[in-house]
């Protein structure tokens, strides 16, 4: 696992606390901050695993 994969599930959880959060309190702006700091994280994640399936395939050859 790289940095971007760990920091991107972080800003994940990170966003959907928040997005609850912002439910519960009936907060629509939190709530959609939650929504994109959670979608950011995702994407990061993503950027990892690519990272790491390159890393892989190059190891392969």
């Given amino acids: 696992m790289n940095k971007d994969q760990v920091k991107g599930k972080v800003e994940e959880v990170k966003g959907k606390v928040k997005e609850v959060a912002?439910?519960?309190l009936d907060?629509?702006?939190m709530e959609i901050e939650g929504k994109v700091q959670k979608n950011v994280g995702k994407a990061r994640a993503g950027l990892g695993n690519l990272k790491e399936d390159v890393k892989d395939e190059?190891?392969?050859?």
Avoid: N
């Fill in 58 to 61: 190059l190891e392969d050859d």
């Fill in 27 to 29: 907060d629509k702006g």
């Fill in 22 to 24: 912002g439910k519960v």
